[in-house]
């Protein structure tokens, strides 16, 4: 590839991005531009584009296109109990402060299709604090909502979630929240029965309530510094006093204007517990 190619597919991007967001106000201008390129490529070729700006004419002409496109800016590949290690650490050290209150809202930021939520209602039954629990799913992308919502997936994927449920400490096993048919698996509607689905941006959208735990992970590496900022003041301003925000494996406060709102409660787990307003 070119460099002078590379230069100008630098320029189409950032028009493609300035569009999606005066169009349609998906916001991807702060998107880890090296993350943000390669998803691009990947949407031009598989969706038989000579060229970005080809894609942009399409979905700015064409709103049949957009989720389509969003289905390559927006992650969604996760797993049941992904991380076994950090559900064990929610469990054992997280839970016992949680059962100290008398209600309690979860929001799980980014939740993709599903599967981290359900980790988590399912974890909560366990430990019966189900009951008392708010879930908040929130994500971008329509489509992702409604497959959590609709919290179907492939038989495929459950000897892993099998796996990582039992190494998570489960306390019952998985196969009693879902039933299977046409090779696929349906999780049971009343893990859905205390869930908000809702449309939430990390990027643009304010705080919408006071939270207990936020478990946000695998999404703030796509983001470049300032909203990675943007988005753990976010998490900072959702939290009640000693909520407890989850990160993923890679993520980190290190470097986050925020940091000293937080202390770290779990190390090596990314668990951090806010430390007060």
């Known amino acids: 590839m070119t460099e002078t190619f590379e230069k100008i597919e630098d320029i189409e991007i950032r028009l493609l991005l300035e569009a999606l967001y005066v169009r349609y106000h998906y916001d991807f201008r702060n998107y880890a531009m090296a ?14 584009f000579p060229t970005i700006s080809a894609l942009q004419e399409r979905v700015l002409h064409d709103e049949t296109m957009l989720p389509r496109l969003l289905g390559y800016l ?24 949680l059962k100290t209150y008398p209600s309690l809202k979860i929001w799980i930021a980014g939740c993709s299709g599903g599967e981290e939520l359900y980790s988590f209602v399912i974890l909560f039954r366990e430990e019966g604090l189900e009951e008392r629990t708010i879930f908040y799913a929130t994500d971008i992308n ?25 190494k998570s400490g489960g306390k019952s096993s998985l196969s009693d929240y879902y039933s299977t048919g046409y090779d696929r698996a349906t999780f049971d509607r009343s893990l859905r029965e205390r869930v908000v689905f809702s449309d939430h941006s990390l ?27 943007r988005a753990i003041g976010l998490f900072k301003d959702s939290l009640s006093r000693k909520g407890f925000l989850g990160l993923g494996a890679k993520e980190s406060l290190r470097f986050s204007d925020h940091a000293g709102a937080f202390n770290e409660f779990v190390r090596e787990e990314k668990i951090y517990q806010r430390i007060g307003k």
């Open 35 to 48: 993350s943000v390129k390669r998803r691009l490529r990947q949407a031009r070729e598989h969706l038989g």
């Open 74 to 97: 927006t992650v969604q590949v996760s797993e049941m109990f992904r991380d076994p290690s950090y559900f064990r650490a929610i469990r054992e050290t997280v839970v016992p402060h």
């Open 142 to 166: 329509q489509d992702a909502l409604r497959t959590a919502e609709a919290g179907v997936y492939g038989l495929d994927r459950l000897q892993l979630f099998t796996e990582n449920h039992r």
């Open 203 to 229: 990027v643009t959208d304010a705080v919408f309530g006071e939270m207990h735990l936020v478990s946000c992970r695998n999404v703030m590496i796509y983001f470049d510094r300032p909203l990675q900022d």
